[in-house]
């Protein structure tokens, strides 16, 4: 019974992966060093923080160093909490 219950809970972390925008995902993947639709490596991605996927992407798209001042300008002006 407890094995089943985690091995449902993983599956709902991959299912919430996959529901991301593709580009974002495709992102991470790439990232990670695999082709943008290699689906394999999603349960490795929905083990990650929020953080690390977001890192991870806006790496990607060459935005490094500034994930820290991207957060707090977006929870400052939205009033929101991005943290895990």
């Known amino acids: ?23 974002i995902l495709s992102a991470i993947r790439q990232n990670l060093g695999y082709k943008p639709n290699f689906e394999p490596i999603d349960g490795q991605i929905c083990m990650m923080s929020k953080r690390e996927m977001f890192e991870r992407f806006m790496t990607w798209n060459g935005i490094i160093g500034y994930e820290d001042k991207i957060i707090n300008a977006i ?4 009033g929101v909490c991005l943290e895990d």
């Open 75 to 78: 929870e400052d002006i939205y």
């Open 1 to 23: 019974m407890i094995g089943r219950n985690i091995t449902e809970e993983r599956a709902e972390k991959i299912r919430k992966v996959r529901e991301m925008d593709p580009d």
